[in-house]
């Protein structure tokens, strides 16, 4: 059955949000966006069938929070259609595409509100990345701009090649809702990327506006489709990247076209056991035979734990911007005694 609660009428910002399974994660995440949220500004929480007691998490601020809508859905429609009806259901101009368990930091709301005062298609926000606990900050700013950003469809070519990899984070989203609803979003259904496919389909947008100070707190290594890492990022995210209407010089700058041909990509997903014979069997077997399938193969099967000694080694020696990938290698369930050794000789703290 669905659930509704009526929220104020024409906000300027709609912050709009697919949960499903995240109860014990998501009072937080509310949290922190109610001791930030200004009188013209929804919450719209989309519950893709949770089974978990996510409703019983979310009833208490229903009830005190009139700004809040929540819909629980009858069936879970996947990531990318439960965004698409949460945009639908909210009234705002704008919306905000937020994660469930990340959390804002106190004055984005009002940074993003004097954005959208310029009337931009699309507003894009830095983000810090932490641990799960938000005891470590992993990576200060995911976006590497100094300074705040505008880009208009003359500036189209420069905006993929500045942004797009920071917007595979739906959290970094804030577009306009008119624009949103007027573009395909079918055809994006079961890509996990529904924003991406929105943004750079054409026409290109009027305006968009990159803010250079993080306005949010990303949960790192909390994500849903960790179990389907391998198959994002080496096959979903470069087919949808490379189905756009961009120079392929612009596109392989973003990712390449196919990851796998990279033998240092795949020695690492081994030590982060992402890359096995499965994948090995499924993604890469059936592509003709070459010497880089052939070690494409001797990596799934190289030892799991070896390989992450090696590639902390390896991250411990070259320690600039290395904090994220020992992060990535040492909560890994690769990391041996002898790879948390090595981090520790060399007084990485990463948790």
């Not at 368990?101 to 004097?114: E, F, V, W």
Request: hydrophobic share 40%; charged share 25%; aromatic share 12%.
């Amino acid at each position: 059955m669905t659930k509704l609660i009526q929220n104020i009428s024409q906000p300027k910002l709609s912050i709009c949000m697919a949960t499903f399974n995240r109860s014990q994660f998501i009072s937080e995440t509310l949290d922190s966006i109610l001791k930030d949220i200004t009188d013209d500004v929804e919450i719209v929480i989309v519950n893709g069938a949770s089974p978990d007691n996510t409703d019983a998490v979310v009833a208490p601020y229903l009830l005190k929070y009139p700004q809040i809508s929540y819909y629980h859905e009858k069936k879970n429609s996947g990531v990318d259609e439960d965004f698409d009806k949460a945009v639908n259901y909210a009234k705002g101009k704008y919306c905000w595409l937020m994660p469930d368990d990340d959390l804002i930091i106190p004055g984005a709301i009002s940074s993003i509100l004097k954005a959208l005062h310029e009337k931009p298609d699309l507003v894009v926000i830095n983000s810090e990345c932490w641990n799960a606990n938000f005891s470590k900050n992993l990576h200060t700013k995911m976006l590497n701009i100094k300074k705040d950003e505008r880009y208009t469809a003359t500036d189209n070519d420069q905006s993929f090649l500045d942004l797009a990899r920071c917007l595979s984070y739906i959290g970094s989203v804030i577009i306009e809702r008119r624009k949103w609803l007027t573009r395909d979003r079918v055809s994006y259904y079961g890509s996990l990327f529904i924003h991406v496919g929105v943004i750079y389909q054409n026409p290109p947008l009027s305006l968009v506006i990159a803010i250079a100070e993080p306005l949010i707190k990303i949960r790192y290594g909390n994500s849903m489709w960790t179990p389907r890492t391998f198959e994002i990022w080496y096959l979903k995210w470069p087919k949808l990247i490379w189905s756009f209407d961009y120079a392929e010089e612009l596109k392989v700058k973003v990712v390449r076209k196919n990851p796998t041909s990279s033998l240092i990509k795949l020695f690492k997903s081994r030590a982060l056991g992402q890359y096995s014979c499965y994948e090995y069997k499924k993604f890469i077997s059936p592509n003709p035979l070459s010497i880089n399938k052939a070690i494409a193969w001797v990596i799934s099967i190289y030892p799991k734990k070896l390989a992450n000694l090696i590639c902390v080694f390896y991250h411990c020696l070259n320690k600039k911007n290395s904090l994220f990938a020992l992060f990535d290698l040492l909560r890994s369930s690769q990391a041996s005694l002898f790879s948390r050794i090595v981090a520790y000789f060399f007084k990485v703290k990463v948790f």
